[in-house]
């Protein structure tokens, strides 16, 4: 694959095939991974790749505390609601994902079943959760360092064959995962990664989410024409 087949193939994958990822395929995916640029090149990133019965626990965890209202517990600064263009685009790639799977408005029950299926990071047979070293926590470096590194694992793991869904609905419930991913103190949870072979039937992995344009995003200063 080139890199434009990598990057313009590539999508959120969010139904996968109940099939094991050999170890070593996602040990070379997180070297690839780890060629991302990072500030001072201090790499403050670290894996805890889960797969099998710690992953189910986590699992569950996550959908007992959520159906329980327990409030999330993201270790790393958020924001409220989103507004505006954000939220436009927010709606967009929801309107998008319940038209592939079918899933009506007012069906409350089909929507809870997806939210759920997303505590669940949509049955993926490995999770890779995304740390960074607490040394540096509070400063916003770590988490921009973080990001590059998730990106390059996706794409790197989409040339091998495999899908990925990048979520924040894994670690919303960071306790649960802390526990039984045994993440010692001085790990901050950045990010989770759902990962695993597409399952190519699942209508919601071929939905290609949208991006505005380069003029809406690019401001070019100094330039001739
Ligand atoms: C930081 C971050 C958090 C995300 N959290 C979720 C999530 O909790 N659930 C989900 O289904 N997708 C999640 N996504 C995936 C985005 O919805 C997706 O990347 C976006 O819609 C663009 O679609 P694409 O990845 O198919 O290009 C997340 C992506 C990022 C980068």
């Excluded at 790393?76 to 309107?95: C, D, N, S």
């Excluded at 995962?177 to 759902?194: K, L, S, Y």
């Excluded at 939905?207 to 505005?212: D, F, G, L």
Aim: hydrophobic share 40%; aromatic share 8%.
């Amino acid at each position: 694959m080139t890199f434009d087949d990598v990057v313009l193939g590539r999508r959120s994958i969010r139904g996968y095939k109940q099939q094991a990822v050999p170890k070593a395929v996602i040990k070379e995916i997180i070297e690839l991974a780890m060629r991302a640029p990072s500030s001072l090149n201090t790499q403050p990133w670290n894996f805890y790749v889960l797969a099998g019965e710690p992953l189910d626990r986590i699992r569950a965890g996550n959908t007992e505390r959520n159906l329980a209202g327990v409030p999330h517990s993201r270790e790393f600064r958020t924001h409220g609601e989103y507004g505006g263009a954000h939220r436009e685009r927010q709606i967009g790639i929801a309107k998008q994902l319940f038209a592939a799977m079918g899933i009506a408005r007012e069906d409350k029950e089909a929507r809870l079943d997806w939210v759920l299926r997303g505590f669940r990071q949509f049955d993926a047979p490995v999770s890779v959760v995304v740390t960074y070293d607490r040394s540096i926590h509070g400063s916003d470096i770590g988490p921009f360092d973080c990001g590059a590194v998730a990106n390059a694992l996706v794409n790197a793991a989409w040339s091998r064959g495999l899908g990925c869904v990048i979520n924040s609905q894994g670690i919303m419930q960071s306790p649960v995962v802390r526990e039984h991913a045994a993440i010692p103190d001085d790990q901050v949870i950045m990010i989770c990664i759902a990962m695993g072979y597409p399952d190519d039937d699942f209508p919601a992995n071929a939905v290609v989410s949208e991006r505005k344009s380069v003029d809406e995003a690019a401001v070019f200063v100094g330039f001739e024409d």
